[in-house]
């Protein structure tokens, strides 16, 4: 007697997803944002008056480190010797995407997450070393609501670059002329000065969080799906 067992797409991509996720280390993120923090203490911006000199700190650049991680292993991940380990599973193209997908938006995740939580641990730490610092305690303090927004466009925005430099990947492992034409053609874009300012407009002064969750979402989708029409042309693995 035989038994046939219907397996779909997405457990095998969620199986896929485990075995990449228990083969990662979080130690580059730990890394890079204690790098930002570093960097962070010695103040970003700094104006002298006469009797008092006023110094600003802020989490950005927690973020843009936590960021640059997430750029950097999400365009790592189409690497042609990465996937041909997933072919040592059951697997085909797709489910590897998606299982790629699901990595990168959990390091996303804890990247938002995480990043955005350094903003309290800078204050504590301002707070209790500053010494004779006179803080400015208007503001001081986050309410829950002000960190929840913080982590969730944190998420979006890391979830958005991490889709466009896993697209980036695959079209340098789809033609490896793109590893010219990709720095071409942003340099092209940046001298293209009005595009550029539309485009950071369109993405960072969106006053409605429900219209800036469905750009970043619509966006990354495209640029996902691009990414696996793209992968599916690449020669399989014979």
């Known amino acids: ?29 730990i890394i890079m944002q204690l790098l930002g923090l570093g960097v962070t203490l010695n103040g970003i911006s700094r104006f002298v008056f006469p009797s008092v000199i006023v110094q600003g700190y802020s989490n950005n650049l927690i973020f843009l480190f936590s960021l640059l991680w997430v ?91 991490g889709c466009f430099a896993y ?3 695959t079209l340098y492992q789809f033609n490896k002329l793109f590893i010219i034409m990709i720095p071409a053609g942003i340099i092209g874009l940046m001298r293209q000065e009005s595009m550029l300012k539309s485009l950071w407009a369109f993405f960072t002064q969106e006053s409605s969080l429900i219209l800036f969750l469905v750009k970043g979402v619509l966006t990354a989708a495209v640029l996902f799906a691009c990414s696996v029409f793209l992968q599916n042309r690449i020669e399989v693995k014979k």
């Not at 707070?127 to 986050?142: A, N, Q």
């Open 1 to 29: 007697m035989m038994f046939t067992e219907k397996i779909s797409l997405f457990s095998i991509a969620a199986k896929q997803y485990l075995y990449k996720f228990k083969a990662s280390s979080m130690i580059g993120l």
């Open 71 to 161: 750029v950097i292993i999400a365009a790592w991940r189409p690497d042609r010797l990465k996937k041909n380990i997933d072919f040592t599973l059951v697997s085909n193209r797709i489910s590897s995407a998606l299982s790629d997908l699901y990595l990168i938006l959990t390091f996303c995740l804890l990247g938002g997450i995480t990043a955005s939580l350094y903003s309290p641990v800078l204050r504590s730490l301002i707070y209790w070393g500053g010494g004779d610092t006179l803080i400015i305690h208007e503001g001081f303090r986050i309410p829950l609501s002000v960190l929840g927004l913080d982590i969730l466009s944190s998420v979006c925005y890391m979830a958005l670059a």
């Open 167 to 169: 697209f980036l990947g």
